[in-house]
């Protein structure tokens, strides 16, 4: 079954300091691994968008890493702010979905405190 | 900018009343999806449209409906809301063969049942 797991849950972390986000995944055959960061009450907002091929993508403070091998990702935020405060999301798709749903992990939910 | 708008932000509508959330489009992408997404809850596809074929997800009550009239557009439909339908509506899209596209969502709708 296809399947997307994220950890921690939760998370609250003190602003300016790092945090590194998991995502373990069994989608297969795999196509691309995205993370999202969604505020409360918005829709996703795409970070990055890996494929099989590339272990490292960086959008400003955020970096996301990618193991095919392994089935793992990760998303590390570095000097965090009060903005990050959001939930983010790893999503999946297989290299079979085309027009199909995408797989999504339930979230870990941030929280920067000053 | 090119994007996926929802309308509206929130939506408050009567058990049992029907309402109907909107979507639309200037990325003139193929597909579009509603997902629902209930709090702390990763989005669930309720149905997509591939150009004007329409795809149900197997679990997706009867209650919901959807219509496309142009790839501009797309309509989610409840018929007869109940409070378990609360929730946030989700609008996606994507464009198939491209799938370095991120899916692009719209900043959803926030639907209570009262």
């Known amino acids: 079954k296809n399947q997307v797991e994220q950890s921690p849950q939760s998370l609250i972390i003190l602003e300016g300091k790092n945090c590194t986000l998991q995502?373990?995944?069994?989608?297969?055959?795999?196509?691309?691994l995205r993370w999202y960061k969604q505020d409360t009450g918005r829709g996703p907002v795409s970070l990055t968008i890996m494929t099989f091929s590339e272990n490292t993508k960086s959008n400003g403070r955020y970096t996301a890493t990618l193991d095919a091998d392994t089935k793992q990702s990760s998303l590390h935020i570095t000097a965090s702010q009060l903005s990050d405060s959001a939930s983010y999301i790893c999503v999946v798709s297989s290299r079979n979905s085309g027009n199909t749903p995408l797989v999504f992990g339930k979230g870990t939910r941030l929280s920067v405190i000053a | 900018d090119a994007m996926v708008i929802q309308n509206p932000r929130y939506q408050v509508t009567q058990f049992g009343k029907p309402v109907t959330l909107s979507c639309s489009q200037t990325l003139n992408h193929n597909v579009m999806y509603w997902y629902q997404q209930k709090s702390s809850q990763a989005p669930k596809l309720l149905f997509h449209y591939y150009d004007k074929d329409f795809n149900n997800e197997a679990d997706t009550p009867d209650n919901f409906q959807s219509r496309r009239p142009n790839t501009s557009f797309c309509f989610l439909d409840i018929r007869s809301p109940g409070l378990g339908d609360a929730a946030m509506y989700l609008c996606?899209?994507?464009?198939?063969?491209?799938?370095?596209?991120?899916?692009?969502f719209g900043s959803g709708t926030r639907l209570t049942v009262v």
């Open positions: 996606a899209t994507s464009e198939p063969g491209h799938l370095l596209y991120g899916y692009t």
């Open positions: 995502c373990n995944y069994t989608v297969s055959p795999f196509s691309n």
